[in-house]
């Protein structure tokens, strides 16, 4: 029979590890067994007979069931009729733990459902929340979580979900909560008030830890679950526990969306347009270094997409007027719209979006001096008939009255008719933007 040292483990409290040994009798006569001796009861030994037979052999199993926190170290020693054996000992060793685990959940349902990734865009706000598995005589924890933050930024702790309660509260316990945050760490610490409910075993919520989302490129971050520390009752020491839990998530990016209000329109084609000519690599969509014309194509192909829901903006009211003149060129062929400001602060970008009969007009192209508008593009409508007229990257120019922005050429497709209407405009001036009302 082997008399090495026998270790168990791990083994989590209230549970039993076992190790089977095997017995041989290679004397002559039977062998007998008696007299097992152990000092720790933690530890047993079970025999499935007491005497072998010669040339037999039956199993020797061990047992150790952790009934306190670390490790213990023993021997187990037996008698037998084996007059060059007669005593024998098995040094044996074993480590009680907590079965006590920790999981992550993004899902802001009740009850975990070990939601390990998920999605966001910046500016959203995202709830992680931590459970306990087999909590055991619960009566306070610590929790540890590590982030991005370049990405993210630690808004509060509840030690509560709206629709579930914290699992200390379930005894009845009042929580005393605090958190804090420090640089990319978050550090949770949730105790009970004196005379309260009591210890609590089982599983619950330990609360939820909220983060933003910040105004970034980036497309993906992680949150991390460094160490818990769960206090139990009788216990002087905390267990610690280091489960390295991460949870990914998604950061969804609309390219063109620069202000991340979840769609790409006139606000963006400004921004782009302040930024022309730069090297700024939040504007440089095609990654070769500087914000030209490669990434306002890219843009303008991105023009009017939408994630998520539109959030609208409150514009004030301004000064800045515009008009539009027509003109017949061509031969009558083609009709010419002169575009105008007439009064107020410099105009530095505009959106346009017209309509016009398309069975007698097709718009052909929009005009007007670099020096005002670098950059210029139209976009067809989503029905036949309308357009919508981008310029910006204008400098702030002295406004007199009959500036001229530019000029949008038509080609007649009949004589009869020809009228052209802006349907909505804004502006971008030196104070911000402004929508004008025709």
Known sequence: MPTNEVDFGDVVLGSTGRVQLKVANDGRGDLTIDSVKVADLQYSAIFTVTSIAEADSAALELRFTPTRRGLSEDSISFVTNDPERLRLQIPVKGTG??????????????????????????????????????????TGYGLELSFDMDVLSFMGFDAAGSEEENLLSAAGNALIPSASATGGSVRV????????????????????????VAETVKTSAEIRLDLGRLQSAGVAVADTLLPNLT????????????????????????????????????FDLSGNGRVDLNDFFIFAGKFGDRLGKIVGSALGDGTAELSMTAIESGGGEQLEIRLSQMAGEPVRGLALHLAFDPRVLRMTSFQGRPERFPLRVWLPGHAAGAATLLAGGGLDLAAEEGDELGIILFDRLSADGGVVRVSAATVQMRGGTENLVR
């Open 97 to 138: 733990v907590l079965p006590t685990r920790l999981s992550l959940d993004l899902d802001p349902a009740p009850g975990s459902q070990g939601q390990l990734s998920g999605s966001a865009r910046p500016n959203d706000e995202i709830g992680l929340a931590v459970y306990a598995v087999e909590a055991l005589e619960l």
């Open 189 to 212: 610490e949730v105790a009970t008030e004196s005379g309260g409910g009591g210890d609590v075993t089982g599983d619950g919520l330990l609360g939820i830890v909220r983060f933003r």
């Open 247 to 282: 949870v990914a998530l998604e950061i969804r990016l609309l390219t063109g969306d620069f202000n991340f209000d979840g769609t790409v329109d006139i606000t963006d084609f400004f921004l782009f347009a302040d930024h022309f000519g730069s090297t700024d690599p939040f």
